[in-house]
């Protein structure tokens, strides 16, 4: 819960007694509850101090009990905290809920405590059985957040810890906790029980003046945790200690019949539940990730739990190693002087020992020298943190979960939380392994990794991917279990549901390449018949265009992945050649933002067709469209642009008929908005179209001679589109271009005498012996990859 407060008291009727040697002893005529903050380190402390002192016959704990049976694998060497318990609904695992402990955390340390001393140790909350089931009842609302809309300020929900920093004249809840409770020793106390009995007041105090604080589901919870109390003191007297959230403190040692409480749990909604543990993540234990009970700086916390003895010196340390790591330079002198600038700050403020507010002034003013830019560095890393917990393998799973760690194992693929870049050689059985299990995860809604563009080779048989688990994806884990126990099963069935129920031809053509790369040698036949279906009820061209491109690229990968994709050649040679026919028409009468849309798929079809199977008849059918589209006058300038680059670029269209064509297209008859979309299309969107300006000084001379010509008042019309076209250019490209405007290329559009430059810096023709001499290291790299 946010506003849960580290505070509470003794049970009703409690009292400590010393015992010989000056100790104090827990007297058990009535229960000792243990109210806590949630992951707060001087709970944890305190918790353990009393739990020694009073050595009760039983251990109950806020949380679902449903995880009860869970329990004793606490005990195991190989669960690493953080974990979070996680339950879900059988029938719906997206319906799901978490309940994250740290080593810090007061509930962890009461579990370890009473497995380490064979005392019986239960879970007392609302089961997660009802809960989970309620979660849309809007009468029972978030627990974690307030009621939208809500006007009502009695309805508004208190943060106690806020409350009782007001009244203690602190202006920030964090500080005043940590004065009160995390600088205090918690061996050091002479009554280990004190602490509770003075906070357990406090929160009385507060639950008398607040009632439930806006909190409606808290009374259901507080009945159940007062019902298993009474069914724990039946069996193990009144020898039983609780550990809750403080704020639960009053309500648990609140006179109440079990009658009444019994009557108000009759009649909850229930579902199946599924309980595990789960790795956690001090990122996630932190409240801007949107738990609740969250906490500002679990990486912090975890220090002060964790120090032995001088922990501002040991924090100091770190910190210091952490910069060192990043080249900064930070010697034992600022960490000696930072620690006495701490420690002055905290006597200037009033403060027990130096905070988390003191050591970061600190650092930021000696370690960083005043930069907010390394200190981010710090809170990211160690105010924060990025410690991953881990579970046993004997944890419960569901079988598709148990699958994915076999293949995670057997492929050296763990699970980190950190995100990291990985390389991927397709050749590899390994790597391809890997590359399977990511895109078949990706189908099936784990996104554990997404695809980069690689540092390296960008041939067809490399990857490269950025990994990053997080907690949140084990959920996602049990919501795909119901396509299957393992990860092939599953994602085939996926694909094949999804082949079944897409209509977009577009959305089919990005399943088909999806499958190939996830290799789904089942689903594919079932995609490829609905793609088939697909496109032969699907006459408009812009969606075919779409198409066409995700199964051109899927192609690709039947050489390196062995896949047989002779279907799917077919379909795409079909989709192509219908694109050849209904593309001209299509591309009439469109306004500005058609003719843009049009062009990026202009752009798609002519690569796909350069990466399907040789065709010579296709290739000519194509190269005739882009002629009919470069000089039909009825089609945008921004298409006839494109269409007559596309041409020269493959050598497809003579550069004095290129030449002919801008003339024609930059006439003083021609509307001037008109001619700028050409130039747009001709020279803009790719990388080569500032330097072909660069190199042909005919083409640039037109296009200068036409900006000259363009009247005043079309100069304003035509502006955005020249800045977006040459705006797009590099800044060397830009600046050549300038130069050579300056210096005054040949207007007339003319070509250079024999033997003469075209532009300035530049020889008069190629040079053939000088380019032959790249030839031995291009081979030596092509033979090195294999291409």
């Given at each position: 819960m946010t506003t849960a407060v580290t505070t509470a008291g003794h049970g009703a009727g409690a009292a400590s007694a010393t015992a010989p040697g000056g100790e104090k002893r827990w007297q058990g005529r009535e229960p000792l509850v243990l109210g806590v903050r949630h992951h707060g380190p001087g709970s944890a402390r305190a918790v353990q101090t009393a739990l020694?002192?009073?050595?009760?016959?039983?251990?109950?704990?806020?949380?679902?009990?449903?995880?009860?049976?869970?329990?004793?694998?606490?005990?195991?060497?190989?669960?690493?905290?953080?974990?979070?318990?996680?339950?879900?609904?059988?029938?719906?695992?997206?319906?799901?809920?978490?309940?994250?402990?740290?080593?810090?955390?007061?509930?962890?340390?009461?579990?370890?405590?009473?497995?380490?001393?064979?005392?019986?140790?239960?879970?007392?909350?609302?089961?997660?059985?009802?809960?989970?089931?309620?979660?849309?009842?809007?009468?029972?609302?978030?627990?974690?957040?307030?009621?939208?809309?809500?006007?009502?300020?009695?309805?508004?929900?208190?943060?106690?810890?806020?409350?009782?920093?007001?009244?203690?004249?602190?202006?920030?809840?964090?500080?005043?906790?940590?004065?009160?409770?995390?600088?205090?020793?918690?061996?050091?106390?002479?009554?280990?029980?004190?602490?509770?009995?003075?906070?357990?007041?406090?929160?009385?105090?507060?639950?008398?003046?607040?009632?439930?604080?806006?909190?409606?589901?808290?009374?259901?919870?507080?009945?159940?945790?007062?019902?298993?109390?009474?069914?724990?003191?039946?069996?193990?007297?009144?020898?039983?200690?609780?550990?809750?959230?403080?704020?639960?403190?009053?309500?648990?040692?609140?006179?109440?019949?079990?009658?009444?409480?019994?009557?108000?749990?009759?009649?909850?909604?229930?579902?199946?539940?599924?309980?595990?543990?789960?790795?956690?993540?001090?990122?996630?234990?932190?409240?801007?990730?949107?738990?609740?009970?969250?906490?500002?700086?679990?990486?912090?916390?975890?220090?002060?739990?964790?120090?032995?003895?001088?922990?501002?010196?040991?924090?100091?340390?770190?910190?210091?190693?952490?910069l060192r790591d990043e080249d900064r330079f930070v010697s034992s002198a600022h960490v000696i002087e930072a620690v006495r600038l701490a420690g002055t700050l905290a006597a200037m403020r009033g403060r027990p020992l130096a905070g988390l507010s003191e050591t970061t002034d600190a650092i930021r003013a000696v370690m960083c020298d005043g930069s907010e830019v390394p200190l981010e560095l710090v809170q990211d890393r160690l105010i924060i943190g990025d410690v991953l917990g881990e579970v046993p393998e004997s944890a419960p799973a569901v079988p598709l979960q148990r699958d994915l760690a076999r293949l995670q194992r057997s492929l050296r693929l763990k699970p980190e939380l950190l995100e990291r870049e990985l390389e991927l050689d397709l050749r590899k059985e390994t790597d391809s392994g890997r590359s399977r299990l990511l895109h078949r995860l990706r189908l099936l809604s784990v996104d554990w990794g997404a695809t980069a563009a690689g540092r390296g080779s960008t041939g067809t048989f490399r990857e490269t991917w950025r990994l990053r688990w997080e907690p949140e994806l084990f959920v996602k884990v049990a919501e795909a279990g119901i396509w299957g126990t393992t990860v092939l099963a599953a994602a085939t069935a996926r694909a094949e549901s999804e082949a079944a129920s897409v209509t977009a031809l577009a959305e089919v053509t990005a399943l088909a390449e999806r499958c190939l790369l996830a290799e789904l040698p089942d689903a594919l036949p079932v995609v490829m018949k609905a793609l088939a279906d697909r496109a032969a009820l699907d006459a408009d061209v812009g969606h075919l265009a779409q198409a066409l491109p995700a199964l051109a690229r899927s192609l690709r990968y039947g050489d390196v992945r062995s896949t047989d994709t002779a279907a799917l050649g077919e379909v795409a040679t079909g989709l192509a050649e219908r694109i050849c026919v209904g593309l001209p028409p299509a591309c009439v009468g469109l306004d500005a933002d058609g003719a843009a849309e049009m062009r990026g798929h202009l752009d798609g079809v002519h690569t796909a067709v350069g990466l399907l199977p040789e065709s010579e008849e296709l290739s000519a059918r194509w190269t005739e469209v882009l002629r009919r589209l470069a000089v039909r006058d009825t089609v945008p300038g921004v298409i006839r642009g494109r269409a007559a680059r596309l041409l020269l670029d493959d050598g497809r269209?003579?550069?004095?008929?290129?030449?002919?064509?801008?003339?024609?297209?930059?006439?003083?008859?021609?509307?001037?908005?008109?001619?700028?979309?050409?130039?747009?299309?001709?020279?803009?969107?790719?990388?080569?179209?500032?330097?072909?300006?660069?190199?042909?000084?005919?083409?640039?001379?037109?296009?200068?001679?036409?900006?000259?010509?363009?009247?005043?008042?079309?100069?304003?019309?035509?502006?955005?589109?020249?800045?977006?076209?040459?705006?797009?250019?590099?800044?060397?490209?830009?600046?050549?271009?300038?130069?050579?405007?300056?210096?005054?290329?040949?207007?007339?559009?003319?070509?250079?005498?024999?033997?003469?430059?075209?532009?300035?810096?530049?020889?008069?023709?190629?040079?053939?012996?000088?380019?032959?001499?790249?030839?031995?290291?291009?081979?030596l790299i092509l033979e090195g990859e294999h291409v």
């Open positions: 020694d002192a009073a050595m009760p016959r039983a251990v109950l704990i806020e949380g679902p009990p449903e995880g009860d049976a869970l329990l004793p694998l606490a005990a195991d060497e190989s669960m690493v905290p953080p974990v979070a318990l996680l339950a879900h609904a059988v029938d719906d695992p997206g319906r799901a809920a978490f309940w994250p402990m740290a080593a810090f955390s007061p509930e962890w340390v009461a579990i370890r405590w009473a497995l380490a001393h064979e005392v019986p140790v239960r879970f007392i909350d609302l089961p997660a059985a009802h809960s989970l089931a309620a979660a849309s009842d809007p009468t029972w609302g978030d627990e974690d957040e307030a009621q939208p809309g809500s006007t009502d300020e009695a309805a508004l929900r208190i943060d106690p810890l806020a409350v009782l920093a007001d009244a203690a004249g602190y202006d920030d809840p964090e500080r005043w906790w940590e004065d009160v409770i995390e600088h205090r020793g918690g061996s050091a106390v002479a009554d280990p029980f004190a602490p509770f009995a003075v906070l357990g007041e406090a929160m009385a105090a507060l639950r008398e003046e607040y009632g439930h604080g806006g909190r409606d589901r808290d009374l259901v919870r507080e009945a159940h945790m007062r019902v298993q109390l009474y069914v724990a003191r039946k069996e193990f007297g009144h020898e039983v200690a609780v550990v809750c959230g403080a704020w639960h403190v009053p309500a648990l040692t609140a006179k109440s019949t079990v009658t009444a409480d019994r009557a108000l749990l009759k009649g909850l909604p229930k579902v199946k539940t599924e309980t595990t543990w789960v790795p956690w993540t001090h990122r996630r234990l932190a409240r801007r990730t949107g738990y609740g009970a969250g906490i500002d700086s679990p990486g912090w916390y975890a220090h002060l739990f964790g120090a032995p003895d001088r922990p501002v010196e040991r924090w100091m340390t770190k910190v210091a190693g952490l269209l003579e550069e004095d008929e290129a030449a002919r064509l801008m003339g024609l297209a930059l006439s003083p008859g021609t509307p001037p908005a008109d001619a700028a979309a050409w130039i747009e299309g001709f020279v803009g969107g790719t990388a080569g179209g500032g330097m072909l300006l660069v190199h042909d000084e005919r083409l640039l001379g037109l296009v200068d001679a036409w900006l000259v010509s363009v009247p005043g008042d079309a100069f304003t019309d035509v502006l955005p589109l020249l800045r977006r076209t040459f705006s797009a250019y590099e800044p060397g490209v830009r600046r050549t271009l300038g130069e050579l405007v300056r210096r005054g290329p040949a207007a007339t559009g003319t070509a250079p005498a024999a033997g003469e430059s075209g532009v300035p810096g530049f020889g008069a023709g190629i040079d053939e012996a000088r380019a032959d001499s790249v030839l031995p290291v291009l081979r």
